[in-house]
């Protein structure tokens, strides 16, 4: 493929990181055997029964883990999920005192190093209430790691109790797709812990010491709570940190957002010579994308980049 930048070769880069995102959408074979899916160790996605015309409810809570199906023990009569079709295919509801539910953690959760991704929206979430809210929580004798509410109008993640990695909560009532990242550093007893929303970076943490265990995994709210308020739903737990790639293609695999503008690549009968002189008609029929995002801000980018893409006989 022959490529024109006007101004930065890097945004090629981009591009090519664009191109495999859209490549592994389009390819229906490829689900089911993408890298993070084969080291997803615990697997909740709320489809424990079928819902025709309206809605049900159950308190049976099957999980898929790496060792098999797990059912999962409703920590308060308020732990039922009410299941309706809906943006993945059921939501599990929370937010009141312990509606949550928990399974044990041996063999869902790797301690030394590990993923939790999750997609959470609200149902009429007050975030400027003062309490915790806990979403996920991994916790047992040695301690505790956990993606909350900690306070108004933020989100967190809390190691032991103590806050590591602290983001505003924003537009909490839309679905956010949030990404907990840990692990142990390579020749340390230190390791660190990082955040991600929507599939951006907002903050990590390192030289923090990671509890050698957890005792259970609880999905849903964690101690007294302000009433059913958000939902949540894709809850999963992997064997190692994902790679910022792996957590942008969740967002939109997982999530079904929108995937970035696409444009068709023309045949090139004249290849155009790279040489960085623009002749007159080398690019007249190739394709143009513009408007490129910040990856990092979600804002459009302070330079007017154009690429151009055509290909020939080469590629």
Request: glycine share 12%; aromatic share 8%.
């Amino acid at each position: 493929m022959k490529t024109h930048d006007n101004r930065r070769r890097g945004c090629l880069a981009r591009l090519a990181g664009v191109a495999a995102l859209v490549a592994s959408a389009s390819a229906p074979c490829l689900r089911g055997a993408e890298p993070w899916e084969l080291d997803r160790i615990f697997w909740l996605d709320m489809n424990w029964n079928d819902v025709r015309g309206g809605q049900r409810q159950t308190d049976q809570f099957d999980a898929w883990t790496a060792a098999g199906t797990a059912r999962g023990k409703p920590l308060s009569k308020a732990a039922v999920a009410v299941l309706s079709p809906g943006r993945f295919g059921k939501d599990f509801r929370t937010g009141a005192t312990d509606q949550a539910v928990e399974w044990p953690a041996e063999g869902c959760v790797n301690a030394a190093a590990g993923a939790i991704s999750l997609f959470v929206a609200g149902t009429n979430w007050d975030v400027s209430l003062p309490g915790r809210e806990p979403l996920v929580v991994l916790d047992g004798p040695q301690g505790s790691l956990a993606l909350e509410k900690n306070k108004p109008g933020m989100l967190a993640v809390v190691l032991n109790g103590a806050v590591v990695v602290e983001t505003p909560l924003a537009d909490a009532q839309r679905y956010r797709h949030l990404v907990v990242n840990f692990g142990v550093e390579r020749g340390k007893k230190t390791g660190e812990i990082a955040l991600y929303v929507d599939r951006r970076f907002v903050g990590s943490k390192q030289g923090v010491r990671l509890p050698g265990g957890y005792a259970r995994l609880v999905v849903g709210h964690l101690g007294p709570g302000p009433g059913v308020n958000k939902l949540l739903d894709n809850v999963a737990v992997y064997r190692r940190p994902l790679a910022p790639g792996e957590v942008t293609k969740i967002y939109h695999l997982e999530g079904r957002y929108e995937l970035p503008k696409l444009v068709t690549a023309p045949f090139a009968a004249q290849p155009p010579k790279i040489d960085g002189i623009f002749d007159a008609g080398e690019w007249d029929w190739a394709a143009e994308i513009r408007g490129f995002m910040d990856v990092q801000t979600g804002k459009p980018w302070n330079v007017e980049d154009a690429v151009r893409l055509q290909y020939d006989k080469d590629k």
